[in-house]
């Protein structure tokens, strides 16, 4: 099986920065794309930023110039440095990994619990 265990949210004040942390563990030959979603009350859940295995990212024009993608390989973690965070940033934010297990010639969908990101002052 295959887990993926998100850190790093918090409650900042506008303008401050959290970096979240994805780490995947279990029975896995590689990742494909991995990425950051959120949902915010009442709105449906929405990508945030992607990055392929080759280190190309995408951002929604939202956050662009200010949250930044990246993985380590390595490690199967993405994180995601967020900066300049505004309160409509609050949401519960969740990894998303595209995962080849070894047992599996192609990628299926794995999920993280959430962790929660709330910008107030």
């Known amino acids: 099986q295959v887990q993926l265990v998100e850190s790093g949210g918090g409650l900042v004040q506008p303008g401050g920065s959290l970096r979240l942390s994805c780490a995947a563990s279990?029975?896995?030959?590689?990742?494909?794309?991995m990425a950051w979603y959120r949902q915010a009350p009442g709105r449906l859940r929405e990508l945030v930023a992607h990055?392929?295995?080759?280190?190309?990212?995408n951002y929604i024009d939202d956050v662009k110039g200010r949250f930044t993608i990246s993985r380590d390989n390595a490690e199967n973690t993405v994180y995601l440095q967020m900066n300049s965070l505004k309160p409509e940033d609050t949401a519960v934010y969740y990894c998303?990994?595209?995962?080849?297990?070894?047992?599996?010639?192609?990628?299926?969908?794995?999920w993280g619990q959430g962790t929660q990101v709330t910008v107030s002052s």
């Open positions: 990055i392929d295995s080759g280190g190309s990212t």
């Open positions: 998303y990994a595209a995962v080849v297990r070894i047992t599996d010639w192609r990628p299926r969908d794995y």
């Open positions: 279990g029975s896995i030959r590689t990742i494909d794309g």
